[in-house]
């Protein structure tokens, strides 16, 4: 079991490390564009900066990590890391909509303004860091769950809200009636009704092509997951080994007692055991009261 355990604490670690840095990339980015009153090549910077879909994407994964990290610290706290299905959903349109960033700052704006431009200053962060970071987080530290067509349809939202707010203000409203004027030139430099019928199939071939790469990092590790489990356990004591899970544990010095179901039901399903989850659970929560010895509760309020 101390492998499992091993590989749930790196993860957390990886995790916990790689979504910090998303969130204070993001700030240091957006900083940088807040104290930036006028930029000869972008004229959208001080306040003005939350205009851009740079921006808002970046700040939406950064929210989106920031929100992970207790679950990280909790994992590696608990040796049991999960993170709930919203979160996960949450975290998947802030990469998605990064992702997007990224691809049309490589191959529109980069072709066109200079690669040193568009990834330098603090688009260096909005455009490469805070991307390419958040997809290989997601991907492979927050690979708990598969996610599905659907998921790829939630995750594109972001993109499409903000697709309608730039029409409507570029467009419908324009910049000689207070609206924003056509910086991404998606309504000048082609027709706006191209720009939308393209932009929903890409956000949605970036989107799976991400939710593939989450999956398949997913099932790869649960396949070796499941081997390990299966060569090491078949046949085992899974009571015996419940109790010494538990031991293990006891010395965490920590009121709270967190029972790893996930551990043991896996365990469970490849030891050929006739033990519940249920009383694997009672077995694991009897043996640590009984080995802690941190439980007095006479010491606490209640």
């Given amino acids: 079991m101390d492998r499992v355990m091993k590989i749930t604490r790196r993860e957390c670690l990886f995790a916990m490390f790689s979504a910090l840095i998303v969130v204070v990339c993001v700030c240091i980015g957006v900083t940088m564009n807040l104290t930036t009153i006028a930029d000869e ?22 929210a989106a990590m920031a929100m992970v990290i207790p679950y ?59 991307p390419i970071l958040a ?19 939630i ?5 499409l809200i903000y697709a309608v707010v730039y029409f409507i203000m570029v467009v419908v409203i324009g910049e000689e009636n207070g609206g924003w004027n056509d910086f991404y030139g998606f309504a000048t430099h082609v027709p706006w009704w191209v720009s939308a019928i393209a932009l929903v199939p890409l956000s ?7 939710r593939l790469l989450h999956n398949h990092s997913r099932n790869k590790r649960k396949k070796e997951e499941t081997a390990f489990f299966t060569e090491t356990f078949a046949g085992a004591d899974v009571r015996k080994i419940v109790a010494a899970m538990a031991r293990s544990r006891s010395s965490a010095k920590t009121l709270d ?8 039901t896996i365990l469970l399903k490849n030891s050929g055991s006739d033990c519940t989850l249920e009383e694997a659970a009672q077995i694991y929560v009897k043996e640590y009261m009984e080995c802690s010895s941190v439980m007095n509760l006479d010491k606490f309020w209640i």
């Fill in 257 to 264: 007692l967190i029972v790893p179901t996930r551990v043991i």
């Fill in 135 to 153: 997809v290989i987080a997601f991907c492979f530290f927050m690979s708990q769950k598969n996610m599905s067509f659907w998921d790829s349809l």
């Fill in 72 to 130: 990280t610290m909790d994992g590696l706290r608990t040796h049991n890391y999960y993170l709930p299905r919203w979160i996960v959903d949450v975290v998947y349109a802030g990469v998605t909509s990064v992702a997007l960033t990224f691809l049309v700052s490589l191959f529109i704006l980069a072709p066109v303004k200079g690669f040193v431009l568009i990834f330098s200053g603090s688009r260096f962060f909005l455009h490469g860091v805070c």
């Fill in 41 to 62: 090549n972008f004229d959208h910077m001080g306040i003005r900066t939350f205009c851009m879909f740079t921006v808002n994407s970046n700040i939406l994964a950064a």
């Fill in 155 to 159: 995750a594109i939202v972001p993109v």
């Fill in 204 to 210: 949605l071939l970036i989107a799976t092509g991400i």
